[in-house]
């Protein structure tokens, strides 16, 4: 179970940090999501996106794997094992083709993979479902809290 904390859920407010050391392709991403009326955060740098993963609070991690000094699966592992993150979905964007970099990708705690260049249908629909699958785990979350807390 992720570790969700008081966030609100990614119905009533859905934030989505793109991570890409390509400029055009942040700007690019940037574009799409805007086009589908998600609020975006952007940088070029995954110690940075790390820095903005402690103080924001970030419902989806969309992220190229191939970067300079620290790549997306390493930023995926980190994320992944640490709680202070916030628990993101993950989602790989990568120009890697190959089965085994999607099961490398899904071994180090990505929820999804998407092959570059991304269709803004088909992002739309994937970042629709990782939202999706958030809001039902906060369910969960508040369901068990009023249940811990019944007869009390």
Not at 32 to 42: A, D, I, M, S, V
Not at 117 to 130: D, F, N, T
């Given at each position: 179970m992720r570790n969700i904390g008081n966030h609100p859920s990614p119905i009533e407010s859905s934030r989505i940090l793109i991570v890409d050391d390509s400029?055009?392709?942040?700007?690019r991403m940037e574009a799409l999501l805007?086009?589908?009326?998600?609020?975006?955060?952007c940088c070029n740098d995954?110690?940075?996106?790390?820095?903005?993963?402690l103080v924001e609070h970030i419902d989806i991690v969309l992220c190229d794997w191939q970067m300079p000094k620290v790549s997306?699966?390493?930023l995926c592992q980190t994320i992944s094992h640490s709680p202070a993150m916030g628990a993101p979905y993950f989602i790989m964007?990568?120009?890697?083709?190959?089965r085994a970099d999607m099961i490398a990708a899904m071994d180090a705690g990505a929820d999804?993979?998407?092959c570059k260049p991304a269709a803004s249908e088909e992002l739309r629909a994937?970042?629709?479902a990782g939202l999706r699958r958030l809001?039902?785990?906060?369910?969960?979350?508040?369901?068990q809290e009023k249940l811990l807390h019944f007869g009390e």
């Amino acid at each position: 179970m992720r570790n969700i904390g008081n966030h609100p859920s990614p119905i009533e407010s859905s934030r989505i940090l793109i991570v890409d050391d390509s400029p055009i392709e942040l700007f690019r991403m940037e574009a799409l999501l805007k086009g589908h009326h998600f609020e975006t955060l952007c940088c070029n740098d995954p110690n940075e996106a790390l820095q903005i993963l402690l103080v924001e609070h970030i419902d989806i991690v969309l992220c190229d794997w191939q970067m300079p000094k620290v790549s997306g699966l390493e930023l995926c592992q980190t994320i992944s094992h640490s709680p202070a993150m916030g628990a993101p979905y993950f989602i790989m964007l990568t120009g890697r083709k190959e089965r085994a970099d999607m099961i490398a990708a899904m071994d180090a705690g990505a929820d999804d993979f998407i092959c570059k260049p991304a269709a803004s249908e088909e992002l739309r629909a994937r970042i629709q479902a990782g939202l999706r699958r958030l809001d039902r785990e906060r369910s969960m979350i508040v369901c068990q809290e009023k249940l811990l807390h019944f007869g009390e």
